[in-house]
T-cell receptor, first 109, second 115 residues
Framework: GQSLEQPSEVTAVEGAIVQINCTYQ??????LSWYQQHDGGAPTFLSY????GLEETGRFSSFLSRSDSYGYLLLQELQMKDSASYFC??????????FGKGTRLSVIA | DAGVIQSPRHEVTEMGQEVTLRCKPI?????LFWYRQTMMRGLELLIY????????DSGMPEDRFSAKMPNASFSTLKIQPSEPRDSAVYFC?????????????FGEGSWLTVV
């Protein structure tokens, strides 16, 4: 089986930086994805790490350490519109993504 | 381009009634997934299809749930009979890269309430 752990809630101030961690236990690990979901909306793809290291896309970065079974999503210059739920998801071979339970980020003024 | 299209967006039904949720994947995508989202259990995979063929339905909770994909542009998820514990958001998603793709595209979801 597989399991993913991420904090249930995080609060951060507008303009600040926030890091959302994800640890996983799974066999046949290929990579880690991150999805964003606003209230009432659909999950949308943010980033993917197949190799160790940092991937940067604008204000968002994602990191993976395969040896530590650990990754994180880093959001910089937080904006109010970043308030949403963020899900990590593992890719295992030829099987569909398995999602964590999500971290609800609240950005406050 | 149109995204994944789901209908109905919202449905309220009485316990015991049949519910049919519909999905049109993105054209050209060869994999389709049905997920269910609840506060308690998060996003759970119910079933997925590759090239219209069901590959793994181990996530389907009970025999009351069934899914079909008669062609590449249409899928249904049926619950018969429905129960209050089936209340959830049901997402359909598709991927151009098969079930091993890194990116899947979700529809806006069908919000089901069973009373």
């Amino acid at each position: 089986g597989q399991s993913l752990e991420q904090p249930s809630e995080v609060t951060a101030v507008e303009g600040a930086i926030v890091q959302i961690n994800c640890t996983y236990q799974t066999s046949g690990f290929y990579g880690l994805s991150w999805y964003q979901q606003h209230d009432g909306g659909a999950p949308t793809f943010l980033s993917y790490n197949g190799l160790d290291g940092l991937e940067e896309t604008g204000r968002f970065s994602s990191f993976l350490s395969r040896s530590d079974s650990y990754g994180y999503l880093l959001l910089q210059e937080l904006q109010m519109k970043d308030s949403a739920s963020y899900f990590c998801a593992v890719r295992r071979g030829n099987t569909p993504l398995v999602f964590g339970k999500g971290t609800r980020l609240s950005v406050i003024a | 381009d149109a995204g994944v299209i789901q209908s109905p967006r919202h449905e309220v039904t009485e316990m015991g009634q049949e519910v049919t949720l519909r999905c049109k994947p993105i054209s050209g995508h060869n994999s389709l997934f049905w997920y269910r989202q609840t506060m308690m259990r998060g996003l759970e995979l119910l079933i997925y299809f590759n090239n219209n063929v069901p590959i793994d339905d181990s996530g389907m909770p009970e025999d009351r749930f069934s899914a079909k994909m008669p062609n590449a542009s249409f899928s249904t998820l049926k619950i018969q009979p429905s129960e209050p514990r089936d209340s959830a958001v049901y997402f359909c998603a598709s991927s151009p890269q098969g079930s091993s793709g890194n990116t899947i595209y979700f529809g806006e979801g069908s919000w089901l309430t069973v009373v």
